[in-house]
């Protein structure tokens, strides 16, 4: 059955990102709904890490030796990023869900706090792994 004319109403369009510029707060949110996706394809991994764990030790081989790879590592360093980011973005949304610093100059400091303590914390994650790390585990 064909609706007439008369019966459509014009709805108004929603704002999209054509419409405004980009900000770092902006970029951010997106960039915190990607690493919760990209978490579960780490936590997927995590899990089949443990089920070579518990398969014995050439199925553990295989997998140690597969993440003890360049690409590997990266995987391991781009996951820990990504949790650690996702977390100190929950934090940022937790302080705005308490009606703190939604005014302007305080919103973009929480987002590049956000930002620079989850590469920081990366960061000295892995340095901490390289220096004090002394055997296999």
């Known amino acids: 059955m064909k609706q007439s004319n008369a019966s459509r109403r ?4 929603a704002p999209d990102l ?3 510029r980009p900000t770092l ?13 990209a978490l579960y394809v780490g936590f997927i991994a995590m899990a089949g890490w443990l089920l070579a764990l518990a398969s014995g030790p050439e199925a553990y081989a295989l997998v140690r030796n597969a993440l003890g790879s360049p690409v590997g590592l990266v995987a391991l360093f781009g996951f820990t990023w990504a949790l ?9 949304h937790l302080v705005w869900d308490l009606s703190i610093a939604h005014t ?9 706090a956000t ?13 901490s792994l390289a220096l004090f790390h002394t055997g296999s585990p």
Do not use: D, K, N
């Not at 707060?25 to 996706?37: C, K, N, P």
């Not at 650690?84 to 940022?92: K, M, P, V």
């Not at 930002?115 to 340095?127: I, N």
């Open 84 to 92: 650690l980011h996702h977390a100190f973005g929950g934090i940022r």
């Open 104 to 112: 302007y100059p305080w919103r973009e400091y929480l987002t590049r």
């Open 25 to 37: 707060t902006m970029v951010m949110s997106i960039v915190h709904r990607a690493t919760g996706a």
């Open 10 to 13: 014009e709805r108004p369009l």
């Open 115 to 127: 930002l620079f303590a989850s590469l920081a914390c990366t960061v000295l994650f892995w340095l």
């Open 18 to 20: 054509q419409t405004y």
